[in-house]
C-alpha cells in the first residue's frame, strides 16, 4: 500500500483547479473579444498568419485607394477632353463657314470673334485642375497652370513627366498626361506636328485680315484650309487619347476585380484564423465551469483528510 501525503494531494488538487481557471478565464477572454487569438501566445503559428494576412490585406487596401484615385483622374481627364473636342468641332464648323470665298469681311471678323471664344476655352479646359492641388495635362508640374496665354501665343510649362500610381504588386498605371502631347503635337498629316492654339490663332490671324486684294485673299484662304485640315486631325488625335483613356479605366476595373476577390479571400481565411466561433466558445466555458466545479469540489473531499488515511 502506498502511502500519498496530504500536502502532494492538495499540491495537485490545487495545480488543477488553476489550470482550469487559467483555462475558464481564457474562453472568456474570447467570447469577450469575439477572438481567438488575444496574444501571440494564445496561438504563435496562426498569430504569425494572421500578421502576414493583415499586412497583405493593408497592401491591398493601398492598392484599391490608388485605384480609385486613378479612375477619378482618368474619368476627369477623359470628360476634359470631351469638352475640347467638342469645342474643336465648333471651331471646325466655324472653319467650313469661313472657306465661303463670298464672306465679307464684316462676316469674317465675326467668324474670328468666334474662333477667339473657343481659343480662350481650350486654354482653361487645358488648365483644368486634377481637383488634388494639380492639374490633369501639366505632368508632374503642380505650383502653376501647365498653359501660359499671351494673345493668341499660347505657351506650355508643364513638363513631360507622366505620375502614375501602383495598383498592385505587378503593375503602375499613368494617371495624368502631358498637355504638350495632347495640345501641342498634333500631327498635320504632312507628317508635321502643330499646337491646336496655333492653328486657330493662324485663323484668327487670317480671318481678321482684310481681303484688301486677290493675293491677300489666296494667303488667308490657304491658311484657313491648312486650319481646317489640322483641326480635323485634332479631333481625331483626341479620339485616339481617349479611346487610350478608356483603355486604362478597363484595365482599372479589371485590377479592382481581382483586388476584391484577393481582399475576400484574405478575410476569410483571417476569420478562420482569429475570429472566434461563438456558439462553440460557449459550449467549451460551460465545460470549463463543469470541470472547474468538479475540481473545487475534489478539493473540498481532499480537505477533509487527514495525515492518517492511505490509499
Do not use: C, H
Request: glycine fraction near 8%; aromatic fraction near 6%; charged fraction near 5%.
Amino acid at each position: 500500500m502506498i502511502r500519498v501525503s496530504t500536502a502532494n494531494l492538495y499540491l495537485q488538487s490545487e495545480q488543477g483547479i488553476n489550470a482550469d481557471q487559467s483555462a475558464m478565464m481564457n474562453t472568456q477572454a474570447q467570447l469577450s473579444s469575439g477572438k481567438q487569438i488575444n496574444s501571440p501566445a494564445d496561438n504563435p503559428v496562426g498569430a504569425a498568419q494572421a500578421a502576414l494576412l493583415q499586412s497583405d490585406l493593408s497592401q491591398l487596401g493601398q492598392f484599391r485607394s490608388n485605384q480609385a484615385q486613378a479612375s477619378q483622374l482618368l474619368n476627369n481627364a477623359s470628360s476634359t477632353l470631351t469638352q475640347v473636342t467638342n469645342v474643336m468641332q465648333s471651331v471646325n464648323t466655324t472653319l467650313v463657314q469661313a472657306g465661303n470665298g463670298a464672306l465679307p469681311d464684316s462676316g469674317r471678323s465675326a467668324l474670328a470673334a468666334q474662333l477667339q471664344q473657343d481659343l480662350n476655352q481650350l486654354v482653361g479646359l487645358a488648365n483644368t485642375s486634377d481637383g488634388q492641388g494639380g492639374y490633369l495635362f501639366g505632368g508632374s508640374v503642380t505650383s502653376s497652370p501647365p498653359f501660359v496665354q499671351n494673345g493668341n501665343s499660347v505657351s506650355y510649362v508643364g513638363n513631360n513627366d507622366v505620375p502614375s500610381l501602383q495598383i498592385s504588386q505587378t503593375r503602375t498605371e499613368p494617371v495624368k498626361y502631358s498637355g504638350a502631347a495632347i495640345f501641342n503635337d498634333v500631327p498635320t498629316g504632312n507628317g508635321t506636328y502643330q499646337s491646336i492654339f496655333s492653328t486657330i490663332a493662324s485663323a484668327i490671324t487670317a480671318l481678321q485680315t482684310p481681303n484688301s486684294s486677290a493675293a491677300v485673299a489666296a494667303t488667308n484662304s490657304a491658311a484657313i484650309t491648312s486650319a481646317l485640315g489640322s483641326t480635323q486631325q485634332a479631333i481625331t488625335s483626341l479620339s485616339s487619347t481617349q479611346a487610350s483613356m478608356g483603355a486604362q479605366l478597363s484595365e482599372l476595373s479589371m485590377y479592382g476585380t481581382v483586388n476584391s476577390d484577393q481582399t475576400l479571400q484574405d478575410q476569410t481565411q483571417m476569420s478562420s484564423i482569429v475570429d472566434l466561433n461563438y456558439a462553440t466558445g460557449v459550449s467549451q466555458l460551460a465545460q470549463q465551469q463543469t470541470q472547474y466545479q468538479a475540481a473545487l469540489q475534489s478539493y473540498a473531499a481532499i480537505s477533509k483528510l487527514s495525515l492518517f488515511n492511505y490509499v
